[in-house]
């Protein structure tokens, strides 16, 4: 009897395993870092793909999910967010994207997440399966404003790579510091390009004085990593001191296990990090640069990724054409630098599809485009061994589509993050229904 209840007992992860393997089979399947597959099957186990082909044979007992006439693509991911981490941006008590002070390493994004927000299953309808939580100044994405606070943030804290399923954000981890959070200073412009004396509308602070804004900060900044280098030599020669939580946080920075991603809007802004990287010996990567300029080639020699911001946007510049934001992914596709896109906001994370899609009618190549929001992201963050591609031994984050998932009119018929099919009713979708119905 004892060894029968041994032999049940051995059996069980076995036969718990068959719940989690499915085959789908029939489908073109798109892997991204490879040619497409007309009539594919793709084979998961576990979360994860043991299989990808033609004609797989599905193993006895195992689910078959018939394909035939969609496409199978990886699931995407945002790299530059909110999500979770604001709900509605009027309500302050549901704003967690950043906190006052100049410099706040120690923050992690991940333990604010809210794993409930309203947000996760409207932008997962859309086929995203992973997001950058990224803390930011407050109102870069929908808090109080970034002039709320007498002097902004410059550190924000330590970014986080999630899945977009989880009931806690520990369930929703893929990698919890991705990325030390920056809002690079800049001598910034004027209040906007309707400013003007004969309006209501203030012009802001004057050049002079943003130049001594810009100064402050900078020089801020070089005594803050002074003071955590002496903190990073103290420690390693086994010197007594007392623990410091800013301090400790940016010792991966200092040893180069953690990029840096930057805020750095201007080619000006761009210049300066770059050189700010070389002068501290720290990895980085530029995040939501409105223009180019000569920077390419910088960028290109010596390896900078980039995060790209809202496609559907205005021109910066008066004196810019109308469609400078439309043609910016193309301008970095040219000069080889590597990028991926991000939205900087919570609810509009569903339309980064459509941002990429914009790039594409405004000279981006469509494989660009989509690698731009799936395979480069994952290696832009160094998760590309487990998510970015469909390939074997990677999760199994996959989406269903009726079509190509750049065009607005296709629709996500199913989801998988890490192998588990995810609802995809959401707030949008019971308001339709409810309006439709409207007697």
């Known amino acids: 009897m004892r060894f029968l209840i041994w032999a049940l007992i051995g059996s069980l992860p076995l036969l718990a395993g068959n719940d989690d393997t499915f085959l789908i089979r029939g489908a073109t399947v798109h892997p991204v870092s490879s040619p497409e597959i ?43 967010t909110q999500i979770g981490l604001s709900e509605i941006s009027a309500v302050r008590e549901t704003v967690d994207v950043g906190e006052l002070g100049e410099f706040n390493p120690q923050l992690r994004a991940e333990i604010a997440i809210n794993p409930s927000s309203e947000h996760i299953p409207v932008v997962r309808a859309n086929g995203i399966t992973t ?81 001594r804004q810009y100064e402050t900060q900078m020089r801020e900044l070089r005594e803050f990593f002074e003071e955590a280098r002496r903190y990073q030599t103290a420690k390693s020669s086994g ?61 290109k020699e010596k390896g900078i990724p980039v995060i790209l911001g809202a496609t559907l946007a205005l021109p910066l510049k008066e004196d810019d054409p109308y469609d400078a934001a439309f043609t910016l992914p193309g301008e970095f596709y040219k000069a080889g630098v590597k990028f991926a896109f991000g939205t900087f906001n919570n609810q509009f994370s569903r339309n980064l599809p459509y941002q990429a899609a914009t790039a594409v009618a405004f000279g981006l190549p469509y494989e660009e485009a989509l690698k731009a929001v799936t395979l480069n992201a994952a290696e832009i963050w160094g998760v590309a061994d487990r998510v970015g591609s469909i390939e074997e031994g990677k999760w199994a984050d996959l989406m269903m589509t009726d079509g190509d998932p750049l065009e607005t009119k296709t629709q996500v018929k199913q989801l998988f993050i890490k192998g588990k099919n995810v609802d995809l009713e959401n707030k949008h979708h019971r308001l339709y229904e409810k309006y439709m119905n409207r007697p």
């Open 239 to 299: 010197t007594p001191l007392k623990p410091d939580l800013k301090f400790e946080a940016m010792l991966p920075v200092l040893e180069g296990k953690m990029p840096m991603m930057i805020v750095a809007t201007r080619e000006r802004a761009i210049r300066d990090a770059v050189k700010f990287s070389e002068d501290e010996k720290v990895k980085i990567v530029i995040a939501d640069p409105k223009e180019l300029g000569s920077m390419g080639p910088v960028l």
């Open 38 to 80: 007309q009539n594919g099957s793709i084979l998961v186990r576990d979360g994860k793909i043991v299989g990808v082909g033609r004609n797989l044979s599905a193993p006895k007992g195992v689910k078959v999910i018939e394909a035939k006439g969609m496409h199978v693509y990886p699931g995407m991911i945002d790299s530059a």
């Open 131 to 211: 997001v950058i939580a990224l803390p930011m100044s407050e109102g870069r994405g929908g808090g109080m404003g970034r002039g709320a606070a007498p002097q902004p943030p410059i550190i924000t804290g330590q970014a986080a790579l999630v899945h977009l399923d989880g009931w806690t954000w520990e369930e929703m981890d893929v990698k919890k510091s991705a990325a030390m959070a920056m809002d690079f200073p800049t001598i910034a412009a004027s209040a906007g390009r309707f400013s003007d004396e004969m309006t209501s509308v203030p012009r802001g602070p004057s050049f002079a004085d943003r130049t």
